[in-house]
């Protein structure tokens, strides 16, 4: 059997057999036109004319399951990206509930902040010091104390997420401490 006459006679029932288990008519078409290529390129090989309609529906059951395989897992990815979403909504949500405003003026920001900062640990308040307030890079900051730049990194890592953790209720900080983080 030539393969033209093969494919007019199974193209249209290959392709609504597909429709079936991936649901749409492009994505089946697309899978049919995969196969019926995969099976011309192999055609001399494919042997026994009542055989080729087996070959052929495994073909299109092997490469609907991957289609169908690589649509579950973009599916879960698309579901866990949705969760981080709603799970960042429902944090900024709560923590703008919880906000404080009630701060008069841009000395009490300034009080908090030092406050905050001074209840760092010694070795952490003093890079973070030298780090953000004194203007100094992290190589100056770890030759001037002997360190390595890693060490500063660390420490600097430790400072933030205290200094988040004391002042989450505080937009102006949070705004401050972002900037301030490069």
Do not use: H
Not at 100 to 124: G, H
């Amino acid at each position: 059997m030539k393969f033209e006459k093969f494919y007019i006679n199974w193209y249209s029932r290959a392709k609504n057999f597909c429709i079936q288990y991936v649901g749409e008519k492009e994505d089946a078409e697309n899978i049919i036109q995969g196969v019926f290529t995969d099976m011309y390129e192999k055609w001399d090989q494919l042997s026994g004319e009542d055989k080729l309609p087996a070959y052929l529906f495994s073909a299109i059951k092997n490469s609907s399951l991957n289609f169908l395989r690589q649509r579950l897992q973009q599916e879960k990815a698309k579901a866990q990206i949705q969760r981080d979403v709603m799970f960042d909504l429902r944090v900024n949500y709560d923590a703008l509930q919880e906000l404080n405003t009630n701060f008069p003026n841009e000395e009490d920001i300034n009080r908090m902040l030092y406050q905050a900062i001074n209840a760092l640990p010694e070795r952490c308040r003093k890079i973070f010091t030298m780090r953000k307030i004194d203007g100094m890079s992290q190589k100056e900051v770890a030759q001037a104390l002997g360190i390595s730049v890693n060490t500063i990194e660390v420490q600097m890592q430790i400072a933030y997420r205290k200094l988040r953790e004391q002042l989450k209720n505080y937009v102006p900080m949070l705004i401050f401490l972002l900037n301030i983080n490069n």
